[in-house]
């Protein structure tokens, strides 16, 4: 088509929702009263594994690091416990089942430092 022009429509739908409904500060509430709930339900269920001293060359020698024994925390990420957690939340959700799931999402995202699950 010369001299025309294609026009790409996209249709966005948007809602405007009053902050000072009292369904709103409801749902704001609910929510961090779900993600601390989240937050406790994993950290509860953090298994800890120890690192053990390393073997570090220094000025050509292997010197043996000692007294770093570390805990680490290792987050449960199978289904089961996923599932599980999902149900405990569920329990108290008077909004739909993707509320849940978007707390879930969050408080994983929040046990992760810099890139590495804690």
Request: hydrophobic share 40%; aromatic share 8%.
């Amino acid at each position: 088509m010369q001299g025309g022009s294609l026009k790409n429509l996209e249709l966005v739908r948007a809602y405007s929702v009053c902050l000072l409904d009292r369904r709103s500060s409801e749902l704001v509430t609910w929510h961090v009263k779900a993600l601390q709930r989240a937050l406790d339900l994993i950290w509860d269920n953090i298994e800890w594994r120890y690192s053990f001293p390393e073997l570090v060359r220094r000025g050509g020698k292997l010197v043996v690091i000692t007294g770093l024994k570390v805990r680490i925390p290792a987050i449960s990420k199978d289904r089961a416990f996923k599932k599980r957690l999902r149900e405990e939340l569920m329990k108290y959700n008077p909004y739909a089942a993707h509320c849940v799931d978007s707390v879930i999402r969050k408080a994983y995202s929040i046990m992760k430092v810099g890139g590495r699950d804690i």
